[in-house]
């Protein structure tokens, strides 16, 4: 009698091993399903987009239009129909067809990645030009530095939430800088499979220097350009399949600039 209890124990405990193994495949494709770009063939639709700059510390600021020279300006877009996409630069931008990540390296998301441009009806970023200049006719021997990046709404409601992926990269001449909304964002990422990024976390950077900006130009000289993109950071752990939205939360960018004395050096 023993005997048959001890072989029963046995086979029960053959037939829990192989469904074990089973359920630890499903638990990995799962994981794996789960950080994915949030689309391959969609776009998520923003209603509207904000995107204001404002200027400190004796300098002004214009859009586009270079029409008006003021402490603060503003773009607004109409509806945009936004795909994932990934960049280190501004320049490159890159898209992944692929749903699944490659957790097991960390190297971003398997499948083929291709450069991509903002033609066609679905955009990958939006593109928001803005020019910078003394307030008076005579240049301004200081440094540019970037404030302040505040990214609305911040990305901390849920962890399935988009608005965690939202990235902003402030390109001046050659310098670029790249803000997330928060801390809750994937910071470190590589993309392209080849480029390592770290984003700037834009609830707590503040007085972010621009790089090779060390005179502003008078109110009659040739202007300073900064270029704001606003996108979806497809290789953000937060930019997942699961997290599709018909229409993503009103969003709102605000980027300061100040002019700065040059830090002296002993």
């Known amino acids: 009698m023993m005997k048959n209890n ?22 990995t494709m799962l994981a794996t399903s789960t950080y994915a770009w949030f689309s391959m063939n969609t776009a998520v639709t923003a209603t509207g987009m904000n995107v204001t700059a404002q200027a400190e510390s004796g300098i002004v600021i214009s859009n586009s239009t270079k029409s008006a020279w003021n402490a603060t300006a503003a773009t607004t877009t109409g509806s945009l129909n936004l795909l994932p996409t990934s960049t280190s630069n501004g320049s490159t931008w890159y898209h992944n067809s692929s749903d699944d990540a490659d957790i097991a390296t960390g190297d971003g998301h398997v499948g083929t990645y291709t450069t991509v441009t903002n033609e066609g009806s679905d955009k990958y970023y939006s593109e928001n030009k803005f020019y910078i200049k003394s307030a008076t006719t005579s240049s301004l021997t200081k440094d540019l530095y970037i404030k302040q990046v505040t990214i609305t709404p911040p990305g901390t409601v849920t962890s399935a939430d988009l608005d965690k992926s939202l990235r902003v990269l ?23 499979g080849a480029t390592s990024v ?5 609830s707590s950077v503040n007085d972010t220097k621009v790089t090779g900006i060390t005179s502003i130009p008078a109110s009659t000289g040739t202007p300073i350009e900064a270029t704001v993109y606003v996108y979806f950071e497809g290789e953000d752990a937060n930019c997942k399949s699961n997290n599709v939205k018909a229409t993503l939360d009103t969003m709102a960018v605000s980027v300061q600039f100040e002019a700065k004395d040059p830090v002296v050096t002993p």
């Open 170 to 192: 402030v390109k001046i001449g050659d310098s670029t800088n790249i803000y997330a909304p928060t801390s809750a964002s994937t910071l470190t990422y590589t993309v392209n």
């Open 6 to 27: 001890v072989n029963k124990k046995s086979n029960n405990m053959k037939k829990l091993i192989p469904a074990a193994g089973m359920l630890a495949v499903s638990a």
């Open 198 to 202: 770290t984003a700037l976390d834009a």
